[in-house]
């Protein structure tokens, strides 16, 4: 008897790496078997899983290219034979004025449309395991609000303004409206009322409170129908139990065990966020850390050759022992780079990490952490990956991943990949993840 390839039910399509993983790893744990693709595969690849998320580059990058990245994931995603589709953003909502969460939002909702007249659905960024949540459509991090929590400093998306409904109003011709918290406390059946209620008002897009993890299932639940649904990964925790209920998706046992990684390790990290500040200077404090200076980059100095020596000088000393290359600064320090290089600054820093992490691919190295989402983009299409593999969680938010695909064939050594947004991890996540990454877990 033929075996029937088991088609996705789930398909994402993530506006950068990091939060692909995250979103990936949030599948996994609900019961989900999930791959995760570095950018759209070929046409003719077909993958067999319960989700796929589609990994774009595509959060800070010019609007069009970003609508066009995204149509062309979500037909991709819609060959494969998804039932419902998922667009991932970052728990901070991470975007300026001009987009991209409303547009993308807007070019995928009309592509789906023009089927199945699916004319609303809700954006919701809330994440309470990593202390987002969002109450009256004002999006908190932690006890503060987003302007209050260092995203106001961020380089290239500063966040300036927590009340979403006005941020996304701003990048969207369509009605924006609002489900608040006292509507999902009362349950799914007043969400689905609330959202008709809207889609009758001309809404076309409303941002849903969500202070819990239940909340998030509730509102899960509210959206079975829906073929589109924005949002964190924390939104995805609810979508699972409806594939369930309706008998598509089988029970699965814990996800497989990743492949074991045998190699050097090295830590990357290019966010400027304040967890990975404090990560850094944690990992400094004890362990060979080495700073790449942007300044040093644009005056076309050695940087990358530096870096590369200082890197083997610790891996094969007398004692050998992973490093951290990282481009962290301050707030005041950012803003000093930028007012002397620009926005150029962050690419500058991208190009050079994804070099480093390509050449000490070539020497040896198997494991890489790496912390920043556009930083962890650059790093992995550098590195060729192309499908990773979900394991373990490390910290909320940031599995371990193993690839299984590169450029180049099925032929290839594996690499154990930590991405990890540059917001998440506990302060001494770059060690932890290392222990991970060569099998232990405590």
């Avoid at 202390?131 to 006890?143: A, I, P, W």
Wanted: hydrophobic share 45%; glycine share 10%.
């Amino acid at each position: 008897m033929e075996t029937q390839t088991r088609r996705p039910l789930l398909g994402c399509i993530a506006d950068d790496f990091t939060g692909a993983t995250d979103l990936a790893s949030m599948l996994v744990r609900s019961g989900m078997r999930t791959v995760q693709t570095i950018g759209v595969p070929d046409a003719d690849q077909a993958i067999e899983a319960d989700a796929i998320v589609v990994a774009l580059k595509s959060r800070t990058i010019e609007v069009g290219e970003a609508i066009t990245q995204s149509r062309a994931a979500l037909d991709w995603l819609r060959a494969q034979g998804c039932r419902q589709f998922f667009f991932k953003y970052c728990s901070t909502f991470d975007s300026t004025d001009a987009g991209n969460i409303g547009p993308v939002a807007d070019a995928l909702l009309d592509a789906l449309a023009q089927d199945v007249s699916q004319g609303f659905t809700i954006a919701c960024p809330a994440l309470p395991e990593n202390r987002r949540t969002v109450y009256h459509g004002y999006l908190f991090v932690g006890e503060g609000l987003l302007n209050e929590s260092g995203m106001e400093n961020h380089p290239l998306t500063p966040m300036r303004d927590p009340n979403l409904v006005r941020v996304l109003q701003r990048q969207t011709q369509s009605k924006v409206g609002l489900i608040p918290f006292e509507t999902v406390s009362r349950g799914e059946h007043a969400v689905r009322e609330a959202m008709a209620r809207l889609r009758a008002d001309g809404v076309r897009l409303a941002i849903a409170d969500a202070l819990s993890d239940a909340d998030l299932r509730t509102l899960g639940a509210a959206c079975a129908d829906l073929q589109f649904v924005t949002g964190g990964s924390g939104v995805a925790i609810g979508l699972p139990d409806n594939f369930r209920r309706a008998g598509l998706l089988e029970a699965t046992a814990e996800p497989a065990r990743l492949p074991a990684v045998d190699g050097p390790a090295v830590v990357l990290a290019g966010s400027v966020s304040k967890a990975t500040n404090v990560q850094v200077a944690e990992w400094r404090a004890s362990r060979p850390a080495l700073r790449i200076d942007p300044r040093a980059l644009a005056r076309g100095e050695a940087v990358v050759e530096q870096a590369l020596a200082f890197v083997e000088a610790h891996l094969h000393g007398e004692q050998p022992q992973p490093v951290l290359i990282y481009a962290t600064a301050t707030p005041d320090e950012v803003k000093d780079i930028q007012a002397e290089l620009g926005v150029a600054a962050g690419a500058l820093v991208e190009e050079a990490l994804a070099s480093i992490a390509q050449q000490l691919k070539a020497r040896g190295v198997r494991k890489f952490v790496v912390a920043g989402g556009e930083t962890s983009g650059a790093v992995v299409q550098a590195l060729g990956v192309q499908i990773l593999q979900i394991g373990p969680s490390i910290d909320p938010g940031v599995p371990l991943t193993v690839n299984v695909g590169t450029e180049g064939g099925s032929g290839h050594e594996p690499l154990a990949l930590a991405l990890k947004s540059g917001n998440f991890g506990s302060v001494d996540f770059f060690a932890k993840a290392l222990r991970y990454a060569n099998g232990e877990r405590s």
